[in-house]
């Protein structure tokens, strides 16, 4: 790896020391705090844990992220995660367990704003909604945990020594399967910036495939147990005595409702056993450890009645959480500026749009109103607000409808090169007959990735996505990721022009 990957990658897993610093604190805080569990075995414990779920699981919540914006330059990325690591250890160094998914995604935003770049309002609703789902479910399944511990614990009759060990080790579990969840769902906030760039490529170690991708939430599961083990103390003791004082087995429950929470949010497989079941699924996106922790202690808070509770923190608490996105936001809104004009380094690769006959039928084809594109026919830029803008105000779209119409209308030059693909190709992952319908498509080459994506479909049903429902959706994630997966190997990194022939 050449240093100036290291470098540019240098930022995220500085933020993921912050995050551990931070965040992955939270599954031991109570633990530590009620002096259940030392912490130099609480930070071991995490540590190891949270490189397992990182590297085993973290693909879920990723996605999401990606949705929100594609930061597409090493140098953005660099740029917006150390925004978000400025804010989550400013917000550290002042005690407070913010959360350092909020940090990501106002760096994230901050970025769409300098780049004029759309951004992803459903996947961004998602997130929001998330912000709140997370300590309220927390809170719920706290209350509803510590309600059947106790009728167990009276009904065991247990001897307090032995139910002291009991609970001793049941925090060290719960401990480890809230590490394992949490590095499932936030090395997205670490590394999922680096993802639409990445500069790994897949390998195989003693006969093992290792991804790019798990290569990169290797990296950040890493940093973001160097920040548990390092610099947690502080925050530890914020949440396990700061904002109520809690018992041991409070203290258990307060863990294992976080770790339940966390892992609900990442889990695909979870997702998918849900929907087969007829169930509500929820969002995978990478949620707050802090904020699951915190919703749980206030549910138990209010369910011993409010007394229990200190104002005075979970307002401290709650004031970060507004002001981490704005902060991060802003940051790196200037950061990136600074990155750009003052050190030379392209924050952001433009993106192409093209008006052509194609997106207007394609459009027409959709439903969508495209009688009056035509006056747009050919109109060529790479600022994805002032397309929109022409569309709403000159063509008479809505906003969803522009938005559809400036996806059909990137350009992204594909050449199936079978050359290339003999080389680059993961043969493992997709399946013959997906492998036989590329083949067919030898030589081919498309302006837009969703012509490749229909000449894929076309040529193979494996490559056709189903019915958007819960059901469903593992599918449709797993032929998305492929289809990027190939346009990526089969992108043109030279320019031609939009009326070459295609």
Same mark, same amino acid.
């Given at each position: ?15 993921? #020391? ?16 009620? $002096? ?19 590297? +085993? ?12 914006? !594609?930061?597409?330059?090493?140098? *953005?990325?660099?740029t917006v995660a150390l925004a978000a690591a400025v804010a =989550? ?16 995604? *106002?760096?994230?935003? *901050? ?41 167990? &614990?009276?009904?065991?009759? &247990?001897?307090?020594? $032995? ?62 147990? =160097? ?21 041991? @087995?409070?203290? +258990? ?12 949010? !990442? ?17 995978? %996106? ?11 202690? %206030? ?13 005075? !923190? ?6 970060? #959480? ?9 940051? !790196?809104?200037?950061? &990136?500026? +600074?990155?750009?004009?003052? +050190? ?9 749009? =093209? ?47 522009? $938005? ?13 090169? &079978? ?19 590329l083949r067919s498509l030898a030589d081919r080459r498309f ?10 479909? @076309? ?13 469903? $959706?593992? #599918? ?27």
């Open positions: 790896m050449g240093l100036e990957i290291i470098f540019y990658l240098s930022s995220g897993l500085l933020l993921g #020391w912050s995050l551990g610093a931070n965040d992955a604190a939270n599954v031991f805080g109570t633990a530590v705090g009620s $002096r259940m569990v030392r912490f130099a075995t609480a930070a071991a414990v995490c540590a190891v844990f949270v490189i397992l779920g990182a590297v +085993f699981a973290g693909a879920g919540a990723t996605h999401t992220l990606g949705r929100l914006g !594609a930061v597409n330059s090493l140098a *953005g990325s660099f =989550t250890f400013g917000m550290t160094r002042l005690g407070l367990p913010i959360s350092t998914s909020q940090a990501v995604v *106002g760096a994230i935003i *901050g970025w769409n704003v300098y780049a004029d770049m759309l951004t992803d309002t459903g996947a961004l609703a998602d997130i929001v909604v998330s912000w709140v789902l997370c300590p309220v479910l927390a809170a719920i399944i706290a209350v509803l945990l510590y309600l059947a511990l106790r009728v167990m &614990l009276r009904r065991s009759r &247990l001897h307090l020594l $032995r139910q002291d060990a009991l609970v001793r080790a049941g925090l060290l579990a719960v401990g480890a399967f809230g590490a394992f969840s949490l590095g499932a769902n936030n090395v997205a906030n670490v590394v999922g910036v680096f993802l639409p760039d990445n500069p790994f490529t897949d390998i195989d170690v003693l006969g093992i495939e290792v991804s790019a991708a798990q290569q990169l939430f290797l990296l950040g599961g890493a940093a973001i147990a =160097t920040g548990v083990v390092t610099y947690s103390g502080e925050v530890m003791r914020t949440v396990g005595t700061s904002i109520m004082r809690l018992t041991p @087995e409070a203290a +258990f429950v307060v863990v294992l409702a976080h770790a339940i929470v966390l892992f609900v949010f !990442a889990s695909e497989s979870l997702e998918g056993w849900l929907a087969s079941h007829g169930l509500p699924t929820l969002p995978l %996106v990478p949620v707050s450890s802090s904020q699951a922790v915190i919703g749980a202690i %206030v549910g138990l808070g209010l369910l011993h009645g409010r007394r229990h509770l200190r104002p005075r !923190a979970l307002g401290s608490v709650a004031l970060g #959480w507004l002001a981490t996105p704005v902060t991060a936001g802003v940051v !790196a809104f200037v950061l &990136l500026f +600074f990155v750009d004009n003052v +050190f030379d380094q392209s924050v952001v690769e433009p993106v192409r749009y =093209t008006v052509d006959t194609a997106v207007i039928e394609r459009a027409r084809a959709e439903g969508l109103p495209a009688d009056d594109l035509g006056d747009l026919e050919g109109y060529r830029t790479t600022n994805a607000l002032r397309l929109q803008q022409r569309l709403e105000h000159e063509v008479g779209l809505d906003r969803h409808q522009a $938005r559809d119409v400036i996806e059909l209308a990137e350009v992204v030059l594909i050449h199936v090169d &079978l050359g290339r693909a003999n080389l680059e190709l993961d043969r493992d992952w997709l399946a013959l007959d997906q492998l036989r319908g302006r837009h990735a969703w012509q490749f994506h229909d000449a894929l479909a @076309e040529a193979s049903p494996l490559w056709r996505l189903r019915e958007d429902t819960p059901l469903n $959706r593992s #599918w449709n994630r797993e032929v998305r990721q492929k289809r990027e997966y190939l346009e990526r190997t089969f992108r043109e990194t030279t320019r031609r022009d939009d009326h070459d022939p295609i």
